[in-house]
Nanobody, 114 residues
Framework: QVQFVESGGDLVQPGGSLRLSCIAS????????LAWYRQVPGEQREWVAM???????DYADFVKGRFTISRDNMKNAQYLQMNSLKPEDTAVYYC????????WGQGTQVTVSS
């Protein structure tokens, strides 16, 4: 059974930083593309960032230059370093595979507010 467990979300002031973590189980992520997604209540889940098995990356325009995705295949993990956070980054953040997604985890809440 595939499972993703996200952590690291918190309440942070605008301009602040957070680092999200995601641990996968039931799947070996070494050879798959991984991604972060986010969702605001009442809206569709949206793609945020993607990383390939050889560490190529791509980002949604609204996070380029502020967020950095990384991975650690030995730990079956991926991370999202979030800098210069804005109130509009407030959402529940999820990790998954890319572009096809599998089981969704609970996500981790990121709230950017003063």
């Amino acid at each position: 059974q595939v499972q993703f467990v996200e952590s690291g979300g918190d309440l942070v002031q605008p301009g602040g930083s957070l680092r999200l973590s995601c641990i996968a189980s039931g799947i070996t992520v070494t050879y798959v593309r991984l991604a972060w997604y986010r969702q605001v209540p009442g809206e569709q889940r949206e793609w945020v960032a993607m990383i390939t098995p050889v560490n190529g990356t791509d980002y949604a325009d609204f996070v380029k230059g502020r967020f950095t995705i990384s991975r650690d295949n030995m730990k079956n993990a991926q991370y999202l370093q979030m800098n210069s956070l804005k109130p509009e980054d407030t959402a529940v953040y999820y990790c998954n595979t890319y572009p096809m997604t599998i089981a969704w985890g609970q996500g981790t809440q990121v709230t950017v507010s003063s």
